[in-house]
């Protein structure tokens, strides 16, 4: 991609990449009714994987909406298991109504589809084909007119071809013909001879059903909506898979930008010129608009895992440019689920890390100056992003000799990782050098490139009593020293224990972490550091997974940032990712700004009025956050009009934050079964009966003759249960 | 090598801190804040003159003493200037500052011969006045050396701190002192375990820069304020139903019998909203303008939002305006002293902030009347190596340098400890880079601020256990 480096064009490209981002809702083009004949007219409607195109149906009834605008992202959907087809925006009698649910009535037609089965005169292609808890992809079999059993028409009765071996049958829910029409509901007689050719199947799917579901998306998600949860309890185990190969939404390119923060903003017309350009506002406000609504929740997780242990901050940056922590996150969010031993390649020769820990024209040491090589990363490298500074059984304790915790390396080491990590330096602004003579300036696209004569050549100590040859390059000598580090056996525990307490429990049994700890070790095929397979293992362990917790030391604190998604998600939030960044860097968690390479909470901090139990979130809780929390939540459920936050009008493309909590003002007739839908949705029915009793009490304190009763029990009951600290945990 | 994870000793007496909490929570009943008067009077402990308090301010990151305090003999300054690689601009990548009483030189320290960081002309002016006392080459020990040669030539893990060199080990040991096995309880925190507290009573030990582990004890536990302004919760009203919203909200801070973290929560939300009505009188933007003129760059400075914070507090419980025990320890932080590189640029503003606002603060202090009550001291996780880094910047080391300042009715101002001398690899230096083995531990420090505090010699000997192991327990820069 070609950068621009006028200011000018910098401005326009920015305000063009912020603007379809947050007005996408009102890009597509909105669904036609047609009253006397009942008739909806769908420009493009997505059926599991099928897109169709020029759908006309009828429909049943309306579930729920129109709402104010503006329309949710993306396009109109159908789910077959609800029978419920989703409307982000259609145009009735000149007006546009806005985020209708319907049910269907019959189907008329489908113009064309793409992503589904087809037909090509001699044998049936089908992305998907379930069977029983497997799923299989590209598909092909033979097929003939003389193979259909019955083409029943109508709406598809599910989301993919689901084959039963018992009657030998597989119903194809959407096929395209060689003619071009589109045909639905068509069943097959199909048997093992007729199979040409299939991949798969996928791993076996462990069903999460009811309860657990939603404790999967508490853990997995930045908050269970109740669209993810039926996700969820329909897919079992086989979501999480989903959600492995489902792609970034990822961060908006950035404009690269060479000129100090003084010099370029000197001259900006923009009035929040250092805010858009050189802090991490609009990443930010990007990270959160995408953990409201993005697709990829669970790489979501791991991506902000991931930016509190290998830690980059804007805030220690003499103005870094924005793009620079821009690139940073999307390599999180590109290597979530990558090799360990990508990770730690892709970290380590990031040019924004490089400029945070100083490995950027580190040089090798200079006896005429006095000068020796720079420790920064080196240190950090060890102690925080991979090996720790003390040796780990595979279980997460401490190796022990005569009672005494045994480094994991000493500062010889450490000087010998120092001169490794020298002779490196920024890429150029071409990006196509593979090697430097001499340092370039800051640039923070790409990787770090070599500069030889930069680079020490000596003997160098690494870790496990490992020394590197002399006369290596700054290439081979990176590499035998990463090798090095990612073969220790301390970071299959290390990460593996870190990463448990992120998504599941602050206090993972030695079992648990011992069980990660083997499939870091080895996924199963003999690969060390799948990241993938680490992530699904720990949410599918035992210890994570169940309907109901009963150990009282299991669970965690949610961190503001989730803590704060997840409201917004349960409230059915639209926002531009403002008003969310603003509150949580109150909370304690300003992301990417950390204060310190040791990110936003120590990873022991004790946990008030236990033996032996840790609560690193619970660091952040103080007076002045409990209260300022308070504070979030009363602004969350009381806003008028569910106007959270208004447009801010030095920002392009502002929505603001709105809410609303309208799928639950239909239950306030009956404050007990408001409750206990809240106490189901929000803390999946872990309220005890003295809680749901006393949100009862204040509920029914409100008074008959108020005249938004409905609403304002509702909000009553949402404040208490969102403000209690049983939400703040997730167990 | 004592370290193990920090796991949480058992906290004792957590129930009748909670009671007391409770107690706390249940004041101020009312929606509306309440106003002084409807508060039930309470006998303070702290009678005029018998109130004191220390305040700390850390230094996060390891702050470059080097730079902080400079020889100005001929001698020292020339060590000083050779090892760190000559004169130094942000561009040539070495460190050394220039003469004193050359242009943008050290500011000389009057009846010395060292100065201080040349963006310090306000510590440089209170020194004139009798109000500071630095303390040479302190840090992290479990018993003494005599040499960088004996520390070097020790085997005996128990002798050493764990994990030298490490920014995590060694904020927590300046916190914590360097003991085996986990410690979770602060040295301040331990003082705070053995201050009596009057009913209701904020605790002795306040921050202003979110939790931190100095402060915690077995049974205490800081109170954390914001850094500037007040803490109040929205959303309440007189009306009936409001304040049975409200009343539920109280007894949901009570649930969780089947989980410790949903308890501890509920603990400590019951505790803030009790210490939001008890500071609601106090902690105000008003209480905060009648002393931010003091400090010159308020605007612009955490550290100096912070100290107005504390000189409010202070106020208030030292007049008895709020109940308050009779010692008190407060903490405030500056960050981003981790210069390894361009040492040059980042450390002047951070020394220029810290100069400015601790004036400011004891110029507060002053205003309200209780200069003569609080002593002001620095910490920071260690010093850094007088070599330079490539990069122009430094790395980590030891022993470090540190001010205290007060009024001279308390203070006795001079130079305290032992200067290192400034040779690599030398006598004093542990490695070759120039990393100072301390001649004074933080437990010495401690205890010396401790007993001017208030605190028995029992209570000090709990506090600092390896106290025992250093030949004095009072540095002598306080009466």
Same mark, same amino acid.
């Given at each position: 991609?070609?950068?621009?480096?006028?200011?000018?064009?910098?401005?326009?490209?920015?305000?063009?990449?912020?603007?379809?981002?947050?007005?996408?809702?009102?890009?597509?083009?909105?669904?036609?009714?047609?009253?006397?004949?009942?008739?909806?007219?769908?420009?493009?409607?997505?059926?599991?994987?099928?897109?169709?195109?020029?759908?006309?149906?009828?429909?049943?009834?309306?579930?729920?909406?129109?709402?104010?605008?503006?329309?949710?992202?993306?396009?109109?959907?159908?789910?077959?298991?609800?029978?419920? #087809?989703?409307?982000?925006?259609?145009?009735?009698?000149?007006?546009?109504?806005?985020?209708?649910?319907?049910?269907?009535?019959?189907?008329?037609?489908?113009?064309?589809?793409?992503?589904?089965?087809?037909?090509?005169?001699?044998?049936?292609?089908? @992305?998907?084909?379930?069977?029983?808890?497997?799923?299989?992809?590209?598909?092909?079999?033979?097929?003939?007119?003389?193979?259909?059993?019955?083409?029943?028409?109508?709406?598809?009765?599910?989301?993919?071809?689901?084959?039963?071996?018992?009657?030998?049958?597989? #119903?194809?829910?959407?096929?395209?013909?060689?003619?071009?029409?589109?045909?639905?509901?068509?069943?097959?007689?199909?048997?093992?001879?007729?199979?040409?050719?299939?991949?798969?199947?996928?791993?076996?799917?462990?069903?999460?059903?009811?309860?657990?579901?939603?404790?999967?998306?508490?853990?997995?998600?930045?908050?269970?909506?109740?669209?993810?949860?039926?996700?969820?309890?329909?897919?079992?185990?086989?979501?999480? &898979?989903?959600?492995?190969?489902?792609?970034?939404?990822?961060?908006?390119?950035?404009?690269?930008?060479?000129?100090?923060?003084?010099?370029?903003?000197?001259?900006?017309? &923009?009035?929040?010129?250092?805010?858009?350009?050189?802090?991490?506002?609009?990443?930010?406000?990007?990270?959160?608009?995408?953990?409201?609504?993005?697709?990829?929740?669970?790489?979501?997780?791991?991506?902000?895992?991931?930016?509190?242990?290998?830690?980059?901050?804007?805030?220690?940056?003499?103005?870094?440019?924005?793009?620079?922590?821009?690139? =940073?996150?999307?390599?999180?969010?590109?290597?979530?689920?990558?090799?360990?031993?990508?990770?730690?390649?892709?970290?380590?020769?990031?040019?924004?890390?490089?400029?945070?820990?100083?490995?950027?024209?580190?040089?090798?040491?200079?006896?005429?100056?006095?000068?020796?090589?720079?420790?920064?990363?080196?240190?950090?490298?060890?102690?925080?992003?991979?090996?720790?500074?003390? #040796?780990?059984?595979?279980?997460?304790?401490?190796?022990?000799?005569?009672?005494?915790?045994?480094?994991?390396?000493?500062?010889?080491?450490?000087?010998?990782?120092?001169?490794?990590?020298?002779?490196?330096?920024?890429?150029?602004?071409?990006?196509?050098?593979?090697?430097?003579?001499?340092?370039?300036?800051?640039?923070?696209?790409?990787?770090?490139?070599?500069?030889?004569?930069?680079?020490?050549?000596?003997?160098?100590?690494?870790?496990?009593?490992?020394?590197?040859?002399?006369?290596?390059?700054?290439?081979?000598?990176?590499?035998?020293?990463?090798?090095?580090?990612?073969?220790?056996?301390?970071?299959?525990?290390?990460?593996?224990?870190?990463?448990?307490?992120?998504?599941?429990?602050?206090?993972?049994?030695?079992?648990?972490?011992?069980?990660?700890?083997?499939?870091?070790?080895?996924?199963?095929?003999?690969?060390?550091?799948?990241?993938?397979?680490?992530?699904?293992?720990?949410?599918?362990?035992?210890?994570?997974?169940?309907?109901?917790?009963?150990?009282?030391? =299991?669970?965690?604190?949610?961190?503001?940032?989730?803590?704060?998604?997840?409201?917004?998600?349960?409230?059915?939030?639209?926002?531009?990712?403002?008003?969310?960044?603003?509150?949580?860097?109150?909370?304690?968690?300003?992301?990417?700004?950390?204060?310190?390479?040791?990110?936003?909470?120590?990873?022991?901090?004790?946990?008030?009025?236990?033996?032996?139990?840790?609560?690193?979130?619970?660091?952040?809780?103080?007076?002045?956050?409990?209260?300022?929390?308070?504070?979030?939540?009363?602004?969350?459920?009381?806003?008028?009009?569910?106007?959270?936050?208004?447009?801010?009008?030095?920002? @392009?493309?502002?929505?603001?934050?709105?809410?609303?909590?309208?799928?639950?003002?239909?239950?306030?007739?009956?404050?007990?079964?408001?409750?206990?839908?809240?106490?189901?949705?929000?803390?999946?029915?872990?309220?005890?009966?003295?809680?749901?009793?006393?949100?009862?009490?204040?509920?029914?304190?409100?008074?008959?003759?108020?005249?938004?009763?409905?609403?304002?029990?509702?909000?009553?009951?949402?404040?208490?249960?969102?403000?209690?600290?049983? =939400?703040?945990?997730?167990? | 090598?004592?370290?193990?994870?920090?796991?949480? !000793?058992?906290?004792?007496?957590?129930?009748?801190?909670?009671?007391?909490?409770?107690?706390?929570?249940?004041?101020?009943? +009312?929606?509306?804040?309440?106003?002084?008067?409807?508060?039930?009077?309470?006998?303070?402990?702290?009678?005029?003159?018998?109130?004191?308090?220390?305040?700390?301010?850390?230094?996060?990151?390891?702050?470059?003493?080097?730079? %902080?305090?400079?020889?100005?003999?001929?001698?020292?300054?020339?060590?000083?200037?050779?090892?760190?690689?000559?004169?130094?601009?942000?561009?040539?990548?070495?460190?050394?500052?220039?003469?004193?009483?050359?242009?943008?030189?050290?500011?000389?320290?009057?009846?010395?011969?060292?100065?201080?960081?040349?963006? %310090?002309?306000? *510590?440089?002016? *209170?020194?004139?006045?009798?109000? +500071?006392?630095?303390?040479?080459?302190?840090?992290?020990?479990?018993?003494?050396?005599?040499?960088?040669?004996?520390?070097?030539?020790?085997?005996?893990?128990?002798?050493?701190?764990?994990?030298?060199?490490?920014?995590?080990?060694?904020?927590?040991? %300046?916190?914590?002192?360097?003991?085996?096995?986990?410690?979770?309880?602060?040295?301040?925190?331990?003082?705070?375990?053995?201050?009596? +507290?009057?009913?209701?009573?904020?605790?002795?030990?306040?921050? !202003?820069?979110?939790?931190?582990?100095?402060?915690?004890?077995?049974?205490?536990?800081?109170?954390?304020?914001?850094?500037?302004?007040?803490?109040?919760?929205?959303?309440?009203?007189?009306?009936?139903?409001?304040? !049975?919203?409200?009343?539920?909200?109280?007894?949901?801070?009570?649930?969780?019998?089947?989980?410790?973290?949903?308890?501890?929560?509920?603990?400590?939300?019951?505790?803030? +909203?009790?210490?939001?009505?008890?500071?609601?009188?106090?902690?105000?933007?008003?209480?905060?303008?009648?002393?931010?003129?003091?400090?010159?760059?308020?605007?612009?400075?955490?550290?100096?939002?912070?100290?107005?914070?504390?000189?409010?507090?202070?106020?208030?419980?030292?007049?008895?305006?709020?109940?308050?025990?009779?010692?008190?320890?407060?903490?405030?932080?500056?960050?981003?002293?981790?210069?390894?590189?361009?040492?040059?640029?980042?450390?002047?503003?951070?020394?220029?902030?810290?100069?400015?606002?601790?004036?400011?603060?004891?110029?507060?202090?002053?205003?309200?009347?209780?200069?003569?009550?609080?002593?002001?001291?620095?910490?920071?996780?260690?010093?850094?190596?007088?070599?330079? !880094?490539?990069?122009?910047?430094?790395?980590?080391?030891?022993?470090?340098?540190?001010?205290?300042?007060?009024?001279?009715?308390?203070?006795?101002?001079?130079?305290?400890?032992?200067?290192?001398?400034?040779?690599?690899?030398?006598?004093?230096?542990?490695?070759?880079?120039?990393?100072?083995?301390?001649?004074?531990?933080?437990?010495?420090?401690?205890?010396?601020?401790?007993?001017?505090?208030?605190?028995?010699?029992?209570?000090?000997?709990?506090?600092?256990?390896?106290?025992?192991?250093?030949?004095?327990?009072?540095?002598?820069?306080?009466?």
């Amino acid at each position: 991609m070609k950068f621009i480096s006028t200011q000018r064009a910098a401005r326009a490209a920015l305000a063009a990449l912020l603007l379809p981002l947050l007005l996408s809702a009102a890009a597509h083009a909105t669904d036609t009714y047609n009253p006397p004949a009942a008739q909806l007219v769908v420009p493009t409607l997505q059926i599991g994987a099928a897109t169709c195109s020029n759908v006309v149906l009828t429909v049943g009834g309306i579930v729920s909406g129109p709402t104010a605008p503006p329309a949710i992202a993306g396009v109109d959907s159908y789910d077959p298991a609800t029978l419920q #087809l989703t409307v982000p925006g259609v145009s009735l009698a000149g007006s546009v109504y806005n985020n209708v649910v319907a049910t269907v009535r019959a189907l008329v037609s489908i113009g064309s589809v793409s992503g589904a089965d087809s037909y090509d005169g001699a044998n049936l292609h089908a @992305p998907y084909v379930q069977v029983a808890n497997s799923v299989y992809t590209n598909v092909v079999l033979q097929a003939s007119v003389g193979s259909i059993v019955r083409v029943a028409g109508g709406m598809p009765l599910a989301a993919r071809d689901q084959y039963n071996p018992a009657t030998g049958q597989l #119903l194809v829910p959407v096929v395209a013909a060689p003619d071009g029409r589109v045909y639905t509901n068509v069943t097959l007689a199909v048997t093992a001879a007729d199979l040409v050719s299939a991949a798969g199947p996928a791993p076996a799917v462990t069903p999460i059903p009811g309860v657990d579901a939603q404790r999967l998306a508490e853990q997995a998600s930045f908050g269970p909506t109740p669209a993810l949860v039926t996700q969820i309890q329909s897919q079992g185990s086989g979501w999480i &898979d989903a959600q492995l190969a489902t792609p970034p939404t990822g961060y908006a390119q950035m404009t690269a930008i060479v000129d100090s923060s003084a010099s370029y903003c000197a001259t900006s017309p &923009d009035a929040k010129c250092f805010r858009d350009y050189f802090s991490a506002f609009p990443v930010q406000l990007q990270f959160f608009r995408n953990a409201v609504g993005g697709p990829d929740q669970l790489r979501q997780r791991v991506a902000l895992a991931y930016s509190q242990i290998f830690v980059v901050s804007q805030i220690q940056a003499n103005a870094r440019p924005a793009y620079a922590m821009r690139n =940073y996150q999307q390599l999180l969010l590109d290597d979530a689920f990558a090799n360990f031993r990508q990770i730690l390649n892709d970290v380590t020769l990031s040019p924004a890390m490089g400029s945070y820990l100083n490995m950027a024209n580190n040089s090798k040491a200079n006896p005429a100056k006095g000068i020796s090589p720079n420790e920064n990363y080196a240190r950090e490298v060890l102690q925080l992003f991979s090996v720790g500074p003390n #040796l780990l059984n595979a279980d997460g304790s401490p190796v022990l000799s005569q009672g005494l915790t045994v480094p994991t390396y000493s500062q010889d080491t450490i000087e010998g990782f120092a001169s490794i990590f020298t002779g490196w330096t920024y890429p150029s602004a071409t990006g196509s050098a593979t090697s430097a003579t001499s340092y370039n300036p800051a640039w923070y696209t790409g990787q770090m490139i070599p500069v030889e004569s930069e680079h020490d050549t000596t003997q160098k100590q690494l870790l496990s009593g490992v020394t590197t040859p002399p006369g290596q390059s700054a290439a081979a000598d990176l590499n035998l020293a990463l090798d090095n580090i990612f073969s220790h056996p301390n970071v299959g525990p290390f990460i593996g224990r870190q990463l448990i307490r992120f998504l599941v429990t602050s206090n993972p049994s030695a079992a648990y972490v011992s069980r990660i700890t083997a499939v870091f070790n080895n996924d199963g095929t003999g690969v060390r550091g799948n990241m993938a397979a680490v992530i699904k293992a720990i949410l599918m362990d035992p210890e994570a997974r169940g309907a109901t917790v009963t150990g009282t030391d =299991y669970g965690k604190v949610r961190e503001p940032v989730v803590d704060v998604t997840a409201m917004l998600r349960a409230l059915n939030a639209l926002t531009d990712g403002e008003y969310p960044n603003y509150v949580t860097a109150n909370l304690g968690e300003p992301l990417f700004n950390a204060e310190t390479v040791f990110s936003f909470y120590p990873p022991n901090y004790p946990l008030d009025g236990s033996t032996t139990l840790v609560a690193p979130q619970f660091s952040l809780v103080t007076t002045a956050t409990a209260i300022a929390r308070l504070n979030v939540v009363n602004t969350l459920v009381y806003a008028a009009n569910g106007i959270v936050a208004n447009p801010d009008p030095t920002l @392009p493309g502002a929505i603001g934050t709105t809410v609303s909590s309208a799928p639950w003002t239909p239950l306030a007739a009956s404050p007990a079964t408001l409750v206990a839908q809240l106490n189901s949705d929000l803390l999946h029915s872990t309220m005890a009966t003295a809680e749901t009793g006393a949100i009862l009490t204040a509920v029914q304190a409100l008074p008959p003759t108020d005249a938004n009763l409905a609403q304002d029990r509702t909000r009553a009951a949402l404040y208490l249960v969102l403000a209690s600290p049983r =939400y703040l945990i997730t167990r | 090598m004592k370290k193990t994870d920090l796991h949480l !000793a058992h906290r004792c007496s957590l129930q009748s801190r909670r009671q007391a909490l409770a107690q706390l929570g249940g004041l101020g009943a +009312m929606a509306m804040l309440p106003s002084l008067s409807l508060l039930p009077p309470v006998a303070s402990a702290a009678a005029a003159g018998s109130y004191r308090a220390l305040v700390c301010v850390f230094l996060f990151g390891g702050n470059d003493g080097n730079n %902080m305090i400079v020889p100005t003999d001929s001698a020292g300054y020339a060590a000083y200037l050779s090892a760190r690689g000559g004169l130094g601009t942000p561009a040539n990548g070495v460190l050394g500052l220039p003469a004193a009483g050359t242009a943008g030189g050290v500011l000389p320290l009057t009846g010395t011969s060292f100065g201080l960081h040349p963006g %310090m002309p306000e *510590l440089q002016s *209170l020194w004139g006045s009798g109000n +500071m006392a630095l303390l040479f080459n302190v840090g992290c020990l479990v018993r003494p050396f005599s040499s960088a040669a004996a520390f070097l030539a020790n085997t005996n893990a128990a002798n050493v701190p764990t994990n030298l060199y490490s920014h995590a080990d060694q904020q927590q040991q %300046m916190q914590t002192t360097s003991l085996p096995g986990v410690t979770t309880t602060g040295w301040a925190g331990r003082l705070a375990d053995a201050v009596s +507290m009057p009913s209701g009573s904020v605790p002795p030990g306040v921050s !202003a820069d979110g939790n931190v582990l100095l402060l915690a004890g077995s049974a205490s536990i800081p109170l954390v304020v914001p850094t500037t302004g007040p803490i109040a919760y929205n959303g309440f009203s007189g009306s009936t139903s409001s304040q !049975a919203r409200l009343s539920a909200l109280r007894s949901l801070f009570g649930a969780g019998a089947d989980s410790l973290f949903v308890s501890s929560l509920g603990a400590a939300q019951s505790s803030a +909203m009790g210490y939001a009505n008890l500071l609601a009188p106090v902690l105000s933007t008003a209480a905060a303008a009648a002393l931010q003129g003091n400090f010159p760059n308020y605007a612009n400075s955490t550290l100096s939002q912070q100290l107005t914070q504390v000189a409010v507090l202070i106020q208030a419980a030292a007049s008895g305006a709020i109940p308050a025990p009779s010692q008190q320890i407060f903490f405030v932080a500056l960050n981003e002293f981790d210069t390894h590189n361009d040492q040059l640029n980042r450390q002047a503003p951070l020394l220029a902030d810290l100069s400015s606002s601790i004036n400011g603060f004891y110029n507060a202090l002053t205003q309200v009347g209780y200069a003569d009550n609080v002593v002001t001291f620095t910490l920071s996780d260690f010093a850094r190596t007088l070599k330079p !880094a490539s990069g122009g910047g430094s790395d980590h080391a030891w022993g470090n340098h540190h001010l205290i300042v007060g009024s001279p009715a308390n203070l006795k101002a001079g130079t305290y400890g032992s200067f290192p001398d400034l040779t690599l690899g030398g006598p004093s230096d542990v490695s070759g880079e120039g990393r100072w083995l301390p001649t004074t531990s933080i437990d010495q420090y401690g205890a010396t601020l401790a007993a001017w505090l208030g605190a028995s010699s029992p209570a000090i000997g709990t506090a600092f256990p390896n106290l025992v192991n250093f030949p004095t327990s009072s540095l002598g820069f306080l009466t």
